[in-house]
């Protein structure tokens, strides 16, 4: 059974740093391109970052680009999020999400987890 | 980068009432369209890619349609399980998707 599995949110400050992972498992985690998504509380959902399968490729949305690092390790079957500088609008629900080998559609999704950015 | 604008951003209607959600993008993305299915406190749910095709499982009350900048998303005969948001997401331009804003498809 496919789960993906993130951790690491919480509350942080502006300006503070928080750094997400999502634990894969149940399929070849190497084999596939990863995704972050977000969903700001009662808002709807926006791509955030786009991981290739081995890790060369990677992708920004404007609104996080030069702020957020997405990497993995395939050894631990690991996808990460490395948040800095982070903002009010940055707090939201982020979901890890693999990118199916087919057409790259977000088959399988994560529970998410919760950051606020809050003084 | 291509805009994705649902409409309605809400919608009543009764079970078994048949029901359309509208997706238009601000370019012309072919049939790249995916549509998610989102219910309170849960993470997304495919439903249909490539504009028409059902992802393996979903019922076939639902059905999607259009290409080019215009996109429809079909339920026959709603059901009490069909109660949530639904997104439609563009990957025309992947990997850097973009979604619809969403339309709350509620009971009345």
């Known amino acids: 059974e496919v789960q993906l599995v993130e951790s690491g949110g919480g509350l942080v400050q502006p300006g503070g740093s928080l750094r997400l992972s999502c634990a894969a498992s149940g399929f070849t985690f190497s084999s596939y391109e990863m995704n972050w998504v977000r969903q700001a509380p009662g808002k709807g959902l926006e791509w955030v970052s786009y991981?290739?399968?081995?890790?060369?490729?990677?992708y920004y949305a404007d609104s996080v680009k030069g702020r957020f690092t997405i990497s993995r390790d395939n050894a631990k079957n690991s996808l990460y999020l490395q948040m800095n500088s982070l903002r009010a609008e940055d707090t939201a629900v982020y979901y890890c999400a693999r990118a199916d080998s087919v057409a790259g559609l977000f088959d399988y999704w994560g529970q998410g987890t919760l950051v606020t950015v809050s003084s | 980068a291509i805009r994705m604008t649902q409409s309605p951003s809400s919608l009543s209607a009764s079970t078994g009432d048949r029901v359309t959600i509208t997706c238009r993008a601000s370019?012309?993305?072919?049939?790249?369209l995916a549509w998610y299915q989102q219910k309170p406190g849960k993470a997304p749910k495919l439903l249909i890619y490539?504009?028409?095709t059902l992802q393996s499982g979903v019922p076939s009350r639902f059905s999607g349609s259009g290409s080019g900048t215009d996109f429809t998303l079909t339920i026959s005969c709603l059901q009490s399980e069909d109660f949530a948001t639904y997104y439609c997401q563009q990957y025309y331009s992947y990997p850097m998707y973009t979604f619809g804003q969403g339309t709350k498809l509620e009971i009345k």
């Open positions: 490539a504009a028409s």
């Open positions: 370019q012309g993305i072919s049939s790249y």
């Open positions: 991981i290739s399968s081995s890790g060369s490729t990677i």
